[in-house]
């Protein structure tokens, strides 16, 4: 730490949050355990940063993150005192003034800039970085001739991209999301924009070049997801949006707007969730798949259920549903294609999510029963949490033996898993079963935790 003057920004933020010093420091700990941070700062802390002295980079973003939620707008680093790292401002093609066409491209090159910038960056593994809740929403300003899917009838050379989503998003789920990461950002830093330069003077393959870079940052932040790294899982998907939008991918930006959605009911935000879903159903419901239709809505009615409007839900995940039902996988590639084919197994988990959501246990219990029957065996990481998911909703109903079983069943694997979100979720799941350890059930499975799963170490700072 270093000594400066005192931090008068600081000292105003604090004033108008109306914020004692025990209350900064609470949330500012809280904000540091979504990111599986221990954390031991207390009202002396506070005292330091506002006479000068500069806590840790990664706790910075951790103090405005927790002024941001209390005053409900947005807090950048400057207004809280601390230095911020200069933007990074990419190269970008001179247009003439009112021509669109010369505009276009200036977007186009600046998203794969951009995205190939951050993934460059990220390779070095840079700090944990918190879940923005007021982030700036990008606006949905697509290609003016979008399409379905821009990714169709590529030639040889442009199967590339759809083989490569295919296999990171495989591997994803095959391992977990810290398998294959550095891959995909080395990819996305290099052959992204090799393969964007070699389509120069054609637009439709610049389109597709586009399009295929949007899916690999949308897999990028559900890998950043599975590490626990929300704020750099949401800046990712911030990529894929603008890469989508560059190129008219409207499908894809609607994904990337669910996967916000998912993102903001994961921290406690359903009012937000619920908008993002409806600009993600607003933008993709008739410009994909019936498939890519049900996903979205499907994460629409957990939404809405998890706000409290209960009977919209249901008849939005019945919409989701029905949807569904008119089309199956037509070829063995779709199959396996996230951005094709949304498994039964998936759209069987966010049923059971809304209907937890409006209060029916049971009902949820067994779709979820459902959903871990459906799951492919390859899909270790999907199965791992559905069990998980599943055995914490049978504790809730009193089901203690049959919670047992699905989590030793769910522990045989896992540690076959590169998952911080799975290793997260049994954690949980050990700690609500500590209060029953008198049940030989129960014993087992610590016996079996302790055999089977390292401690997990967590970062401090004091």
Request: aromatic share 6%; glycine share 4%; charged share 20%.
């Amino acid at each position: 730490m270093s000594s400066r003057p005192a931090n008068t920004h600081l000292r105003t933020l604090l004033d108008e949050a109306d914020w004692s010093y025990g209350a900064l420091v609470r949330s500012v700990n809280a904000v540091g355990a979504e990111l599986g941070l221990q954390l031991r700062y207390d009202r002396s802390s506070v005292s330091h940063w506002l006479s000068g002295t500069m806590p840790r980079p990664v706790v910075r973003k951790l103090i405005v993150e927790a002024l941001s939620r209390r005053l409900g707008r947005a807090v950048s680093l400057p207004d809280a005192g601390f230095p911020d790292a200069p933007a990074f401002v990419p190269a970008e093609p001179r247009a003439a003034r009112g021509d669109a066409a010369s505009a276009s491209e200036a977007a186009q090159v600046r998203a794969v800039q951009d995205f190939a910038s951050a993934s460059r960056r990220a390779r070095g593994w840079q700090d944990p970085l918190p879940y923005r809740v007021h982030a700036l929403v990008l606006s949905n300003q697509l290609s003016p001739s979008p399409m379905d899917s821009v990714l169709d009838g590529l030639s040889p050379a442009d199967q590339r991209l759809r083989e490569a989503a295919l296999f990171f998003a495989a591997s994803m789920n095959a391992f977990g999301g810290i398998n294959a990461r550095t891959a995909l950002m080395e990819y996305a830093a290099t052959d992204v924009p090799r393969l964007f330069r070699a389509a120069h003077g054609r637009q439709e393959r610049r389109r597709a070049v586009l399009s295929g870079a949007a899916r690999l940052a949308y897999l990028l932040a559900r890998m950043e997801e599975d590490v626990v790294q929300p704020g750099h899982a949401q800046a990712a998907y911030a990529h894929a949006q603008r890469l989508a939008a560059a190129c008219g991918d409207r499908a894809t930006w609607g994904m990337a707007l669910r996967a916000q959605s998912t993102l903001a009911l994961q921290h406690g935000q359903p009012r937000l969730a619920v908008q993002y879903a409806e600009a993600a159903v607003a933008t993709g419901l008739h410009h994909g798949s019936p498939h890519v239709a049900a996903f979205l809505l499907s994460q629409q009615a957990v939404a809405q259920a998890t706000a409290g409007d209960h009977r919209q839900a249901l008849a939005t995940l019945t919409a989701a549903e029905r949807k569904y039902e008119k089309e199956m996988p037509r070829t063995a590639q779709q199959e396996t294609d996230p951005f094709e084919v949304y498994p039964p197994a998936a759209l069987a988990f966010q049923r059971a999510q809304a209907l937890e959501a409006v209060g029916d246990q049971r009902a949820a219990t067994a779709a979820l029963h459902s959903s871990l029957t459906l799951y492919s065996q390859a899909d270790r990481r999907g199965r791992t949490l559905v069990a998980m998911r599943l055995a914490a909703t049978l504790l809730s109903l009193g089901h203690l033996d049959e919670c047992c079983s699905v989590t030793l069943t769910a522990m045989e694997r896992i540690d076959e898993l590169e998952s911080p979100r799975a290793a997260r979720a049994l954690s949980d799941l050990l700690a609500a079963l500590a209060s029953y350890r008198r049940s030989p059930h129960v014993r087992a499975v610590m016996a079996r935790a302790r055999e089977r799963i390292p401690p997990q170490p967590k970062a401090r700072f004091t």
